[in-house]
């Protein structure tokens, strides 16, 4: 067969045709708007058969390539509408379209509107692949396949795909897929009758774990994210555990207004065996029908005024810890609070009420507390400030109807208490360096009952009203002093010039209020922490728990910087202080709660490369009749192949207990974790954490990862050691699909 090459060129809106041999000429700049700048661009066609131009339509055959601006199409035969811009392509058809890619034995593309009909047709644009009988664009950047699949597997034979009858895909936004059949390989394992996919989130959008375990026998739950569009997420669980039973539940992310932010989640489970207790801590009696329901909502009201609403419904105090381990650790005891908060330029105003929902918990109910706070605003031009507080509530303390292990239950007591807080400022810088701010404040505060009466259960009286006032007053004191040595520099390290900053400081505070705080029992008393409280106010906000008080912090400030990259970074960051108590407090026993040297704080951050950081957060005793605590942590990351964690919490010498009157033991936990990449297809991680007070050691784990092109593997085994209750050997095998599903198979001993 004879061949030749031929470049026909066709200038938009022209009924002329002009053949040439040799380089494409170059395109053409658009004029005008979007449609009339692309109906400008010349269009070139180059093939290896013949070519014609007939009353506009311009055909050509074997190897034809269209140029249309950036489009390109290939195919075996195009017939081209010069006036339409529209190409009829038949043969092996491929487009590509910016970052999208078509594929088809038959295709109708406009190159303006884009626009395609087509039978037999594929697309690419990652990171999605679809596929179906064929497809049309009823708008633009919207496509209408039937009886198709999608798949992010980028092969010819994808290892999964999402079978459906009808498919709607919005690039660069979402997917919606009707009567969808889930295939792994060549096995139909999930049916839903609507499926919509997020193009803008990797978030997994179908989960299924199966396994058994000695707690909740054979296992299997299912999880199913829906985004129904930008404002709301579904996401739906249905579970199956052989000795507990049913259970499902649904949350919901939602966006009430512009900005907003809301979060519902519900969870039901009849469980057959409620009355399993896997802890060595005593339960008190629940019944079969267990639930946790959450409502979290931020609502804008207009400017500068907005609500929040916490509300959560628990069935018992237990449920987390049984079924939501996750929640657990970060959350032991659920709020219920409604607050409404107005922001001006220099106030806020803010109604918070506070209620006991679940009457398993210990609560302090404000209903409600009025406050009002005025932000440091000038006095005329003297260089003084002047900040205040004021709030009015009404408490009720609401005890826990568990009995646990005290025997009997508290009386509830309530009272109003009115509260105002005034304080001048005078902020000023002297001989250049020096910051010097002096402060004072007066305090007043009413209750309307002591409530001391009430210790006894069978007193009536909650006792009179009790008034105090508080005088307070201090200097804050602090200056730096810098140098920095230029020529030290380190291309290793990133190290070009270093800077040595330090800021001592001093924080004096007296405090001297009319009665303390055993002449009222209290509502927001403070808990006690291993950490230092803060000292003057408005930063100690608990009211009730004020004392006489003489203190000063005294501490000093460390940073070393360098540049990189035109910015200043922070090697080393060391805050160290202590408080010099001329006070002392004695507890009901008369026993000492503080010394006149209270610990060394430290807060310690090291890093000097993006790869090694060294971090400690140290509470030092100096008179060794408290607690010391000590969290230190080192990461090293050499490269992207290797990282290593090791780390050590020790808590000793504290003096307290739980809330079941349990004391709290000494602990010193030594925990290491190593991660390493093999290659781009293994990797491997190991956990291990170590009680050196009683030589256990605690948890080990240890994970082989498998990367298989479109799944990735898990293999992980781990031990946990719980003491006194039931230890737990833990062996699964985790399955996921990267980008959309996932699928998890464990078993537990």
């Known amino acids: 067969m004879f061949a030749f090459r031929a470049i026909l060129c066709l200038l938009a809106f022209s009924s002329c045709a002009l053949a040439q041999v040799g380089p494409a000429p170059a395109p053409a700049k658009p004029k005008g708007g979007e449609k009339h700048g692309a109906a400008s661009v010349p269009i070139e066609i180059t093939a290896d058969g013949d070519t014609r131009f007939v009353a506009g339509i311009a055909t050509a055959n074997e190897n034809v390539v269209v140029r249309h601006g950036t489009d390109l199409l290939y195919a ?52 999605v692949f679809a596929k179906g009988e064929s497809v049309t664009t009823p708008e633009p950047d919207h496509y209408h396949l039937t009886n198709g699949y999608l798949t992010t597997d980028n092969r010819a034979h994808p290892s999964f795909r999402l079978r459906a009858h009808t498919m709607e895909i919005y690039p660069d936004d979402r997917v919606v897929l009707k009567d969808v059949v889930l295939y792994v390989e060549n096995v139909p394992v999930f049916w839903v009758p609507i499926y ?77 065996e409620y009355y399993e207790n896997p802890t060595a801590l005593p339960r008190s009696p629940m019944g079969p029908d267990r639930y946790r329901f959450t409502l979290q909502q931020f609502t804008p009201l207009g400017e500068g005024l907005e609500a929040k609403i916490n509300a959560n419904v628990w069935s018992d105090p ?110 000023k810088q002297y001989f250049g360096w020096l910051n010097v701010t002096p402060h004072v404040g007066l305090r007043g505060t009413a209750w309307s009952h002591d409530n001391l009466d009430i210790a006894s259960t069978t007193a009536d009286e909650t006792g009179k009203s009790v008034e105090r006032g508080v005088i307070d007053g201090g200097v804050d004191l602090s200056f730096k002093v810098s140098r920095t040595w230029t020529d030290l520099k380190s291309p290793t390290l990133g190290i070009d010039g270093i800077r040595h900053v330090v800021e001592p400081f001093v924080h004096a505070q007296a405090v001297l209020p009319s009665v303390g705080s055993d002449a009222v029992r209290g509502f927001d008393d403070r808990v006690a922490n291993t950490w230092a409280n803060p000292i003057g106010f408005p930063f100690y906000n608990s009211i009730d728990s004020i004392n006489r008080q003489m203190v000063a912090r005294t501490g000093v400030r460390n940073q070393i910087q360098t540049k990189r990259d035109g910015q200043n970074v922070t090697l080393v960051d060391w805050s160290v202080f202590s408080d010099l108590n001329a006070t002392s407090h004695y507890d009901e026993q008369n026993v000492l709660t503080d010394d006149t040297f209270s610990h060394v704080y430290s807060d310690f951050v090291l890093q000097p490369t993006n790869w090694l950081t060294f971090q400690s957060r140290d509470a030092i005793d100096t008179g060794s009749a408290s607690y010391n605590m000590y969290d230190n942590s080192l990461s090293w990351q050499p490269n992207r192949a290797y990282k290593f964690t090791l780390g050590d919490r020790l808590l000793e010498g504290l003096n307290m207990v739980d809330t079941y009157g349990l004391p709290i033991p000494n602990s010193n936990q030594v925990y290491f974790r190593f991660f390493y990449r093999l290659n781009e297809h293994w990797q491997f991680e190991t956990r291990h954490s170590f009680n050196t007070d009683d030589s256990n050691l605690q948890e080990q784990s240890y994970t082989v990862f498998r990367d298989m092109s479109a799944w990735q593997m898990g293999v992980t085994y781990s031990e946990i050691n719980n003491h006194e209750s039931t230890s737990q050997s833990v062996f699964y095998v985790t399955l996921t699909l990267k980008a959309f599903p996932s699928a998890t198979a464990r078993a537990v001993q």
């Not at 709301?232 to 052989?242: G, K, N, P, V």
């Open 318 to 427: 237990y449920i987390t810890e049984d079924f939501f381990q996750r929640e657990y650790s970060r959350q032991r005891m659920p709020d219920n609070t409604l607050e409404v908060i107005n922001r001006g330029g220099d106030y806020e105003i803010s109604v918070l009420g506070r209620a006991q929902i679940n009457r398993f918990f210990d609560t302090t109910e404000r209903a409600p507390e009025f406050r009002i706070e005025t932000k440091p605003i000038k006095v005329f031009n003297t260089g003084l400030e002047y900040e205040s507080e004021t709030s009015m509530v009404h408490f009720q303390q609401s005890y826990s109807n568990q009995l646990y292990n005290f025997g009997t239950i508290p009386k509830a007591y309530s009272a109003d208490r009115w509260d105002t807080y005034h304080e001048l400022l005078y902020p």
């Open 196 to 272: 919509s996919q997020s193009l803008k989130s990797q978030e997994s959008t179908f989960r299924v774990q199966g396994g058994s375990s000695s707690r909740f026998g054979d296992e299997v739950m299912a999880t199913f994210n829906w985004r129904v569009s930008d404002n709301l997420t579904m996401i739906f669980h249905e579970d199956y555990r052989s000795k507990r039973g049913d259970g499902g539940g649904l949350d919901m992310r939602y966006k009430p207004v512009k900005d907003g932010y809301g979060l519902f989640s519900g969870y039901y489970l009849h469980d057959k």
């Open 76 to 127: 075996d035969h195009v017939s081209y509408d010069v006036s339409q811009h529209i190409a009829s392509a038949d043969g092996n058809v491929r487009i590509y379209s910016g970052s999208k890619v078509y594929r088809g034995d038959h295709i109708v593309f406009n190159f303006l509107t884009k626009e395609i009909t087509s039978t037999n047709f594929s697309a690419a644009e990652f990171p």
